[in-house]
């Protein structure tokens, strides 16, 4: 189908903006306002992603990290035109350039980077999550964590990753793969908190996550898992465990019943 004369502007238009040096400009526009608007538009991508991908761009260096946003800009097609979406988007082309070995190598890029830019985006993403109201009359903020079902916050994830990225920076760049277990989630204050696990934690929390098991069945499953002899020591760590996790703010309270 013929395109009409607009959108054939449009597209040589943003044709331009992605590649300024290889597309044309629509005949009739301005060079010099073409020019202006073409170093605004890709100056604000550059903004909103390196703001919420702070030590990536550290690890990259200015030039690469600039060669990378050019690249993202000119080769995905983003699914939404909503600006704050942007770093998201940024990410999912991360993801994509992972899964292909002879991109990393290609482009220079550290196997870790897209691992830790999800974890630099899931504060951004937890930031702005809006809550479900939640009917305070359900959740006991009193009671036993063993006997009860417990709640962990509503905004939070438990997150795995290949590579230390909670570690990451500008002079420490893993090379090996660490299997590495976090909490993320936002607490009372609105502020987005951080917490190091170990694998057997890590699962303990998967268990209580849907709300369906009490502190005590959650153990008993893992101890039956994990094939320990011992489901009262397991108990008794997973009780410090559980308190301790409730005075930093990731469980709120249990179920009442």
Aim: glycine share 4%.
């Amino acid at each position: 189908m013929d395109l009409l004369d607009f959108q054939r502007y449009q597209l040589a238009f943003t044709k331009h903006l992605r590649q300024p040096k290889s597309a044309p400009k629509p005949a009739k526009a301005s060079a010099k306002g073409m020019a202006i608007y073409t170093e605004i538009v890709f100056n604000n991508i550059v903004s909103s992603v390196s703001a919420c991908f702070p030590v990536a761009q550290l690890v990259m260096g200015k030039r690469a990290w600039t060669t990378l946003i050019r690249d993202f800009f000119i080769n995905y097609q983003s699914q939404t035109p909503i600006y704050k979406e942007v770093p998201q988007e940024f990410l999912k082309f991360l993801e994509s350039q992972h899964k292909h070995t002879s991109l990393l190598t290609n482009k220079n890029l550290p196997p870790f980077l897209s691992q830790l830019a999800h974890y630099e985006w899931i504060e951004l993403a937890l930031s702005t999550s809006i809550i479900k109201e939640i009917e305070t009359t359900s959740i006991n903020l009193k009671d036993d964590l063993l006997t009860k079902k417990p709640v962990l916050v509503e905004v939070s994830a438990l997150l795995k990753y290949d590579y230390p990225v909670h570690k990451i920076s500008k002079k420490f760049k893993p090379t090996q793969p660490e299997a590495t277990f976090l909490l993320v989630f936002r607490d009372i204050t609105n502020r987005v908190q951080f917490i190091e696990l170990n694998a057997v934690t890590f699962r303990l929390l998967q268990l209580l996550g849907p709300n369906k098991l009490t502190g005590k069945q959650a153990l008993t499953q893992l101890t039956n898992e994990i094939k320990h002899p011992d489901l009262d020591a397991v108990i008794e760590f997973g009780t410090d465990i559980l308190l301790g996790l409730k005075e930093q703010g990731a469980i709120v309270g249990v179920l009442n019943s």
